[in-house]
């Protein structure tokens, strides 16, 4: 299922960087922020366009991106002025390396059967008292869009999921998408906790 959405944004990378690389999401990265000391490292978990690895670079953070798509990285590559790793949520093996992970929109296209595993992964990644980021298509189940497959959660969905995983929830927020012409479409942003 995932390779389908690989393909996807390796055929679509410059419409989808596009598309994506001037949306706002400032007031969202604050938020996750709090949770990350000043200076800290922060791993961008599919990181699209770069958008945010380069804001996160900009305020002082050391970042460390990846994505699972070959052309995304190229295009993130060059915007953020610094390699971007090609590779998938479960080929992460890092151990208590990092602060924090931001998975904007991009845990999404992991299959809700492997997810457990990936957060396992995330957790050993960070250090003790780390803050985890996500965001997700507001819905239930596995949903087809386009030629993408995603997984929708709610608020009792995700927290479950986060949770069981072993994280605590610091914060849970339903809101409409950040691109213009498409704010009707609803999200849910998690922040856990690693404890």
């Not at 608020?155 to 479950?160: D, G, V």
């Not at 995983?165 to 009707?184: C, N």
Request: with cysteine; aromatic share 12%.
């Amino acid at each position: 299922m995932i390779d389908k959405n690989i393909e996807y944004y390796n055929n679509n990378a410059d419409s989808f960087f596009e598309g994506s690389v001037n949306a706002d999401m400032s007031g969202v990265r604050g938020g996750f922020l709090k949770y990350v000391p000043d200076g800290g490292k922060i791993l961008d978990a599919g990181c699209g366009s770069g958008r945010d690895s380069k804001a996160f670079l900009s305020e002082g953070y050391d970042v460390v991106a990846f994505d699972a798509s070959k052309e995304m990285c190229k295009r993130a590559s060059e915007y953020i002025g610094r390699e971007v790793l090609n590779m998938c949520f479960e080929d992460i093996s890092f151990d208590k390396e990092f602060d924090g992970i931001w998975a904007c929109a991009s845990l999404l296209h992991v299959p809700s059967d492997d997810l457990p595993d990936v957060l396992q992964r995330m957790k050993k990644a960070l250090k003790p008292g780390g803050a985890i980021y996500a965001s997700f298509k507001y819905g239930e189940g596995t949903t087809v869009r386009g030629e993408r497959v995603f997984s929708d959660f709610t608020e009792e969905s995700a927290t479950k999921l986060f949770e069981e995983a072993g994280f605590e929830i610091a914060s849970r927020v339903v809101g409409g998408d950040s691109r213009p012409g498409r704010e009707a479409e609803m999200w849910i942003n998690v922040i856990g906790i690693c404890q």
